[in-house]
Nanobody
Framework: QVQLVESGGGLVQPGGSLRLSCAAH????????IGWFRQAPGKEREGVSC????????YYADSVKGRFTISRDNAKNTVYLQMNSLKPEDTAVYYC??????????????WGQGTQVTVSS
């Protein structure tokens, strides 16, 4: 059974950092790309980042470029999103999703339940 489980969200002050984890179950990260998304109240879901399974190509939304870093540990079957220099506008529920392919094709077939990130003083 394919399952994605996010963790690591919480409340952080502006300028702070958080690391989100996306643990994959029922499939191997060796073969599929993983993406991170977020959705703030009243806003559409936004693609944040993606990492391919092969050479680990990474992609970032302009809004997070230079502040967020996506990585994966295939031995732990987990993808991470390191978020630094957080801003109040980063507040959202963050989701990870599995791509149908090894590269970031944006054909997502499984989603996690989400983890809340709140950036506030």
């Amino acid at each position: 059974q394919v399952q994605l489980v996010e963790s690591g969200g919480g409340l952080v002050q502006p300028g702070g950092s958080l690391r989100l984890s996306c643990a994959a179950h029922g499939f191997s990260l060796d073969y599929y790309a993983i993406g991170w998304f977020r959705q703030a109240p009243g806003k559409e879901r936004e693609g944040v980042s993606c990492i391919s399974s092969s050479i680990g190509s990474t992609y970032y939304a302009d809004s997070v470029k230079g502040r967020f870093t996506i990585s994966r540990d295939n031995a732990k079957n987990t993808v991470y999103l390191q978020m630094n220099s957080l801003k109040p506008e980063d507040t959202a529920v963050y989701y990870c999703a599995k791509d149908k392919y090894y590269y970031c094709s944006t054909s997502w077939d499984y989603w996690g339940q989400g983890t809340q990130v709140t950036v506030s003083s």
